[in-house]
């Protein structure tokens, strides 16, 4: 009794008599329709034509529904429900998101002076949870995910052992599910903790997210910047980075969670840069949700992965790489083409070489644009000729995939040339604003 989320006196209600109408009305959801049913009675199936078709007919499986059916059928139908429940020391906040494949990645927490915002990504939509909590919690959130059923689980700390009556009061857009590009940004303020020189005019700077802050950003997916400058809100996106090209190999110093790193070039005539680099440690920044629509389903099951990159379009490419070597078992090839105006602007040149000298999959090629007479390197810009040297199927039917990022000029014509060399759109993954 003390620890029902309604308390005792909600379950005197049904005390003697039959709860199920009361049971019903407050948690209609535990029941055989949302849990038991994902539970599979029978032989494992042997015929994967049903699965496809049932597929094809857009009808849940097992109450779990693939991800690619989301925008597909009326929201109230999949929206995630949430409950709550209580120990002495811990409130365990449950969402069913009837998902597969969700991962931590999906789920970004934030817990700042008495509010609790928990957001979950499910494709183009999300679910948020945004309540003033009834007491307060310690700092550190814990954010579980069951990838087979889609349950996220959120574990808060209680800051006194007592027992929890209700778990908040609503705040705005509680309880709902709507599509991303309904939703404004949601920033949390992050602390300057390092930056450290990349080249001449590109520093690597690490943020460190407020304690009751969990977010981690997606492969392949950017964030907003925002600093107030001049008495104006400026905005800019930024693609997060690993520490160093080698750190998937080791623990990371620092969680991914918690810390986020980005490269930026800093472009003294610019409006949002040259304020940034004036942060000092210790500073804080508004750093944005995650953004972007590569998906990481694009690497699965592929052979041979080309990335095409010009200055700092590189850093989208890091954290990918890093994930196609270490988690595409097929894959038997990565090469890096990346397009800079000098030697001096390569970024992360040792790294890249070290790394292809140590993984015979990778390869990297540098070309110059404004090369000095010294350099026995490629030159020049992306052309057909280069292109058609470099992303060359060594199979002709392997899955390939292509990556280009950099100004848009670079990247309009990368688009333009790979598609005069019979590249497909699905086989193109392009990163613009
Ligand atoms: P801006 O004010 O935009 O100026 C940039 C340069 O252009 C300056 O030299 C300026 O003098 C010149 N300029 C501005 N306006 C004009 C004009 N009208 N005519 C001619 N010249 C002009 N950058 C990174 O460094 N790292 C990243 O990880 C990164 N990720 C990105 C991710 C995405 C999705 C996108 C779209 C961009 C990303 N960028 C990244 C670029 C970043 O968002 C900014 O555009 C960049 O930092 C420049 O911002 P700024 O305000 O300092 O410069
Ligand atoms: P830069 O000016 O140093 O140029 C790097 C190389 O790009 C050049 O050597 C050249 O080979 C090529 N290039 C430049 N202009 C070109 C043109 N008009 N036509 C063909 N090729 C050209 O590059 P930078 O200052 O580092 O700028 C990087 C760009 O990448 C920025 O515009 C930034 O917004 C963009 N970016 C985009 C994302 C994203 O996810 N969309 C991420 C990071 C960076």
Same mark, same amino acid.
């Given at each position: 009794m003390e620890y029902h989320p309604g308390g005792e006196d909600e379950l005197m209600r049904a005390a003697g008599s039959d709860g199920t109408d009361l049971f019903d009305q407050v948690?209609?959801?535990?029941n055989y329709e949302s849990m038991l049913k994902e539970c599979l009675v029978g032989?494992?199936?042997?015929?994967?034509v049903v699965l496809a078709k049932e597929n094809h007919e857009k009808k849940p499986l097992n109450g779990i529904l693939l991800k690619s059916k989301v925008p597909d059928l009326p929201v109230k139908e999949i929206s995630p429900s949430y409950d709550w429940f209580q120990t002495e020391s811990l409130v365990t906040i449950v969402i069913y998101t009837k998902q597969k494949d969700m991962d931590s990645e999906s789920v970004i927490v934030d817990y700042q002076d008495g509010c609790f915002r928990a957001e979950i990504v499910v494709n183009d939509y999300s679910y948020l949870l945004h309540t003033e909590l009834s007491h307060e919690i310690q700092e550190d959130i814990t954010a579980r995910v069951t990838e087979k059923t889609g349950k996220v689980e959120i574990i808060l700390k209680k800051k006194n052992n007592v027992s929890w009556k209700y778990l908040g009061h609503p705040l705005e857009s509680h309880n709902s599910f709507t599509a991303h590009r309904e939703k404004g940004l949601y920033y949390r303020k992050c602390k300057l903790i390092s930056k450290v020189d990349v080249t001449h005019d590109t520093k690597l700077y690490c943020l460190m997210m407020p304690p009751g802050t969990h977010l981690q950003v997606p492969i392949g997916q950017h964030v907003y910047l925002k600093q107030t400058i001049a008495g104006a809100e400026i905005v800019k996106p930024y693609t997060p980075v690993l520490?160093?090209? &080698?750190?998937? /190999?080791?623990?990371?110093?620092?969680?991914h969670n918690k810390y986020i790193y980005v490269i930026i070039k800093i472009y &003294?005539?610019? /409006?949002f840069t040259p304020h940034f680099d004036c942060l000092q440690i210790g500073d804080y920044v508004s750093l944005s949700n995650p953004e972007g629509n590569f998906k990481k389903s694009q690497l699965q099951d592929l052979e041979e992965l080309f990335l095409l990159a010009a200055g700092t379009g590189f850093t989208p490419m890091v954290k990918i790489l890093n994930y196609a070597l270490a988690?595409?078992?097929?894959?038997r090839k990565v090469k890096l083409m990346f397009f800079n105006k000098t030697e001096e602007d390569i970024l992360w040149r040792n790294q890249l070489e070290q790394l292809a000298d140590k993984e015979r999959r990778f390869e990297v090629e540098f070309i110059l644009?404004?090369?000095?007479?010294?350099?026995i390197g490629k030159q020049g810009r992306i052309s057909l000729p280069l292109l058609s040297k470099f992303v060359k199927r060594s199979l002709e039917n392997s899955r390939v995939l292509i990556c280009i990022c950099g100004p848009a000029p670079f990247t309009e014509q990368g688009i333009r040339l790979l598609k005069d060399l019979n590249f497909s759109q699905e086989e193109v993954h392009s990163f613009t604003a």
């Open positions: 948690h209609r959801w535990v032989r494992m199936a042997v015929k994967p520490e160093s090209l &080698h750190s998937d /190999l080791r623990e990371p110093l620092h969680p &003294h005539t610019g /409006l988690n595409i078992t097929n894959l644009s404004e090369p000095t007479c010294e350099w």
